[in-house]
């Protein structure tokens, strides 16, 4: 009965079931999880995400850092095509990994100059299940690998129309700069305020929010962005061609450890010790040619007729 009513309800409605089928739908449910050895800022930041993110589901911690490719198996357990992984080395470095299940690709990212929406206390905010607005600067369409990213935070960020959890408002905007080979994300509140009528612009003569008319109304909105949070920058390391696994087709020969950072910073230290140690060795050799100590020197001194050793021999 159910089937005749939806096709019946169909009819009257002027849609044929078979467009229905036909058309294209975006179908994406994403797995947040991190490693052992995690610190209490990187479980804030998952917790973050995982609010903006009404598409995803969020897992236990993951055992194993070597063995990656579970994360597959664990993403078809629950019905999951992506998977954003977070990789805690040292209790220091953070590694931000973003897979296509089960075809891959995937790519490895460093995440640095992390700040919690917690952290920052902006006045911005944004309904819960709300969907975003991704926002990409026009220097991810110059490079290839820069175009697979785009396509992964696409599919990663973007939260599809069906979604379960959704809420049908669009209230934010994730916005992703690519600047100095590093990928800036922020997270902006789109406000929307009536123009008061005679309003003064700025300073330099130009308004700083854009004034929109609204369909049907004669009123005029002002649109402005508020900064919500979290903040963090990503530095691509390796993209390989299947999920998590498979050869690399790309490598970024600029990155740099932070763990090869950190040693070239204690040999910085190590060698100021050394060449302090080494002059303190010479100051004593000196001093000891010189005789400032006695009983040492390769100069002897004259023995004077009032000396002690003389006047009491």
Known sequence: MASVYKSLAHKANGHDIQDDETKLKNKQ???????????????????????????????????????????????????????????ARKGKDLYFWMSKVPNGPTVKMHLQN??????????????KGSRPILSFNASFDTQPHLLVIRELLTHVFGVPPGSRKIKPFVDHVMSFTLA????????????????????????????????????????????????IGPRFVLTCIVIQESSFGGPIIYENKEFVSPNQVRAELRQKK????????????????????LGLKSGEGTRKRKDHELDERMLFA
């Open 270 to 289: 190590a060698g100021r010790y050394a060449r302090r140690s080494e002059q303190g060795v010479e100051r004593k050799a000196k001093r000891r040619d």
């Open 114 to 127: 992390l700040h919690t929406i917690s952290e920052l206390h902006f006045p911005g905010n944004c309904l």
């Open 180 to 227: 100095d080979g590093k990928i800036w994300v922020r997270c902006y509140q789109i406000n929307e305020t009536e123009a008061v009528k005679g309003a003064s612009a700025s300073v330099d003569g130009s308004s700083k929010t854009e004034v929109a008319k609204t369909k049907g109304h004669k009123a005029e909105t002002q649109i402005s962005l508020t900064e």
């Open 29 to 87: 449910r994403l797995l947040i999880l991190s490693s052992r050895g995690v610190t209490f800022r990187h479980r804030h930041l998952l917790n973050d995400l995982y609010s903006l993110l009404p598409h995803s589901r969020k897992d236990a911690k993951l055992d194993t850092k070597t063995k990656l490719y579970q994360l597959n198996e664990i993403a078809d357990l629950y019905n999951c095509n992506n998977v954003l992984f977070f990789e």
